[in-house]
């Protein structure tokens, strides 16, 4: 018995050409148009290895809790000496307004969709298509800020290490960027062991700032020295306790950056190991698997952002939170060389070196399930997005890009990285409203109002006090809609089906031809009166010679949604007024015929010749029905459709026009 997987290669076949044995290594791991897997040769479907809530934590949390790295520093440039006040609105909204917010989003996207998912079922056709791709962009800003950043301070890190040899110096770009093609290589080789790996990181990495914030606290308790002169230059800059309160509610917004790791922790949910008896419709246990690791990420990062905003605004000289200064993008690392020694403080930016980069690889993970779940889904991307390899490279060119644009700069990112964060969940907060109001759930409605209203004025604020983050978001936005538009334009002549399918009737009616060709005329599904059908079988007979001995066949498409791409098709055999008639529901009327007829010939192995009338009107309008509405000009442009599907013009269903 072999324990081989698959046959050895035959020593006598030809190589494959490059080009042929690079495509196959680029689409290899395709993924299907739910994006049910990450990374490359991932495994979909009930092979697939779940894990525990917290190990998808760790996943999650790297890039969550890598915030460590920078939030400090920027809460204390941002905010001063309120920082800390400042902090404990940003812990508050947190577990009073993200956490259920996200914990609700679990319960209604269990397969890891997200807010996106909801908002697109309560906004459907073009405007909840668009929608998608607004949100798309800002998803876009927050994974890819996310990894340019996060890559960015993790090189600052490394150059302010006092064992860091000089020649790094100046060399921010050109790390950043080799820190990126380390993480687009663990991508391109595979990406199966990134839970193991991120359990690791985090273990370490919240072990050390336990040791660093615990040392802080503990000296700024021996110095009241410190303690009293942070709280009178609090005291002296606000006037008094209140006043600070109601400065650090307005600064808040600047501290959004803590916020992050909710739609991360969301789009992981497929990764999370269920009870013994949920269901694909009821995964309960999932549900609560994923709510625990949304509130323990929530609870152990409050934790940290209180301590460590204290201790760093306390014990860190305001000159040191500057550009240039030693604690800038760095202040936690700054008090571990400054009171744990040179050595402790290395391993500890190694430690944070390490998350940092490897925050780029979820995401990269969400990216990647974001994608494929949707654009090519909707037509808007070419049918290769729904592989892994090829988008990683997209996404790497796109984040060499913005860091040789920002020069690395962590602080010069934190606005758009506030930006995409706060829209996302804002996106959620109102669509959680939208459900909670749907289910006629007044308190939770009215709650979940209040909260999207916060997140609202949040995100507004941030974009007047930043307004290059909503640039940066703008330029995102325009680039997916102008790509995914003209995807769409492009792909418009291509078979939409995923499947068809004929019910009993209607393989009774194209059965009963036992030879010759099958007869089929198209027919518009809003005239189905006697003397509609009578008339269209005339005017084919007239116009187009209609054989007498064929049985006339009518073909009715209903348009039901024209923005939808990929679809079932369901055809249905109906007798009406004693002419047999086949209808089919699809999205766009020449495409969905031309799949019809395919599939007829090849389940009755006969030639369909399908009848059409020339439709009236101007050849550009008709244009634009085609690609808005799905009609317009239906006979040329289910001849082209045909004609890509089938290149061999013999067994190409034949399409008469009068």
């Given at each position: 018995m072999t324990t081989m997987s698959r046959p050895p290669a035959d020593p006598s076949a030809p190589p494959l050409p490059r080009a042929v044995v690079l495509k196959n290594w680029l689409l290899f791991g395709l993924q299907d148009a739910k994006g049910t897997h990450q990374g490359p040769g991932g495994?979909?479907?009930?092979?697939?290895?779940?894990?525990?809530?917290?190990?998808?934590?760790c996943l999650t949390g790297v890039d969550y809790?890598?915030?460590?790295?920078?939030?400090?520093?920027?809460?204390?440039?941002?905010?001063g000496a309120i920082s800390p006040l400042a902090t404990l609105v940003l812990v508050a909204v947190t577990l009073l307004g993200a956490l259920p917010v996200y914990r609700r989003v679990a319960a209604e996207s269990p397969r890891g969709e997200g807010s996106i998912a909801m908002l697109e079922r309560l906004l459907p056709r073009w405007g909840g298509k668009l929608l998608v791709l607004?949100?798309?962009?800002?998803?876009?800003?927050?994974?890819?800020?996310?990894?340019?950043?996060?890559?960015?301070?993790?090189?600052?890190?490394?150059?302010?290490?006092?064992?860091?040899?000089?020649?790094?110096?100046?060399?921010?770009?050109?790390?950043?960027?080799?820190?990126?093609?380390?993480?687009?290589?663990v991508f391109l080789r595979g990406f199966r062991e990134a839970i193991g790996v991120a359990v690791l990181l985090v273990a370490v990495y919240l072990a050390l700032n336990v040791v660093v914030v615990a040392r802080a606290l503990g000296e700024a308790a021996t110095h009241p020295v410190a303690v009293s002169g942070w709280w009178d230059a609090l005291t002296t800059s606000h006037g008094n306790p209140l006043m600070a309160v109601a400065v650090a509610l307005l600064v808040f917004p600047r501290l959004a950056l803590g916020l992050s790791g909710f739609e991360t922790g969301v789009a992981v949910m497929p990764q999370i190991k269920g009870a013994a008896g949920d269901t694909d419709a009821n995964p309960a246990g999932r549900i609560r698997g994923t709510r625990r690791m949304l509130t323990t990420a929530a609870l152990i990062m409050s934790t940290f952002l209180i301590t460590s905003s204290f201790a760093t605004v306390v014990l860190i000289p305001e000159q040191q939170f500057q550009p240039g200064g030693e604690a800038n993008g760095r202040a936690l690392a700054f008090l571990a060389h400054t009171y744990l020694g040179p050595e402790f403080g290395t391993v500890y930016d190694i430690s944070t070196i390490a998350i940092l980069w490897f925050a780029g690889a979820s995401a990269m993970a969400g990216l990647l399930n974001l994608v494929p779940r949707y654009l090519p889904r909707y037509g808007m991307a070419p049918e290769w997005a729904k592989a892994v390899r090829p988008l990683v490279l997209v996404f790497t060119l796109t984040g060499f890009l913005v860091t040789i644009l920002f020069e690395a700069d962590v602080d010069a990112q934190g606005g758009a990285y506030a930006t995409g964060v706060l829209v996302l969940m804002t996106s959620a907060a109102v669509a959680v409203t939208l459900s909670a109001r749907r289910l006629r759930q007044r308190r939770r409605t009215a709650a979940f109002a209040v909260i999207a209203l916060l997140f609202t004025y949040t995100t507004v604020a941030n974009i007047f006090e930043r307004p290059e983050g909503i640039r940066i978001a703008g330029f995102f936005i325009l680039a997916i809609v102008a790509i995914s538009l003209l995807?769409?334009?492009?792909?418009?002549?291509?078979?939409?089906?995923?499947?068809?399918?004929?019910?009993?009737?209607?393989?009774?009616?194209?059965?009963?031809?036992?030879?010759?060709?099958?007869?089929?005329?198209?027919?518009?599904?809003l005239r189905q009166s006697a003397e509609a059908y009578r008339r269209k079988l005339a005017s084919a007979t007239e116009a187009s010679h209609f054989p007498d001995n064929v049985t006339p066949l009518f073909l009715e498409v209903v348009v039901d949604d024209s923005s939808d791409f990929e679809t079932a098709l369901e055809v249905r055999g109906i007798l009406r007024h004693g002419y047999p008639v086949l209808e089919?529901?699809?999205?766009?009327?020449?495409?969905?015929?031309?799949?019809?007829?395919?599939?007829?010939?090849?389940?009755?192995?006969?030639?369909?010749?399908i009848y059409f009338r020339w439709t009236e009107g101007n050849p550009v309008s008709n244009l634009l029905r085609f690609l808005v509405l799905g009609e317009g000009e239906i006979a040329p442009v289910t001849r082209e459709i045909l004609r890509e599907a089938e290149p061999d013009v013999t067994q190409r269903p034949w399409v008469h026009v009068g």
């Open positions: 495994v979909s479907g009930s092979g697939h290895r779940k894990h525990h809530w917290w190990q998808v934590m809790f890598s915030t460590l790295g920078y939030q400090p520093a920027i809460a204390a440039l941002a905010a607004v949100l798309l962009g800002f998803a876009a800003t927050d994974f890819m800020i996310t990894m340019t950043l996060s890559a960015a301070d993790a090189t600052a890190h490394l150059i302010e290490n006092p064992f860091a040899p000089g020649w790094l110096h100046g060399q921010n770009v050109t790390i950043t960027l080799v820190l990126l093609c380390l993480l687009a290589a995807s769409r334009v492009l792909r418009s002549f291509e078979l939409h089906a995923t499947h068809v399918r004929l019910d009993t009737q209607a393989l009774e009616f194209v059965t009963s031809a036992v030879s010759g060709p099958i007869g089929i005329i198209a027919h518009e599904p089919v529901h699809g999205p766009v009327v020449p495409n969905t015929i031309a799949s019809v007829l395919l599939h007829i010939r090849d389940v009755t192995g006969l030639m369909p010749h």
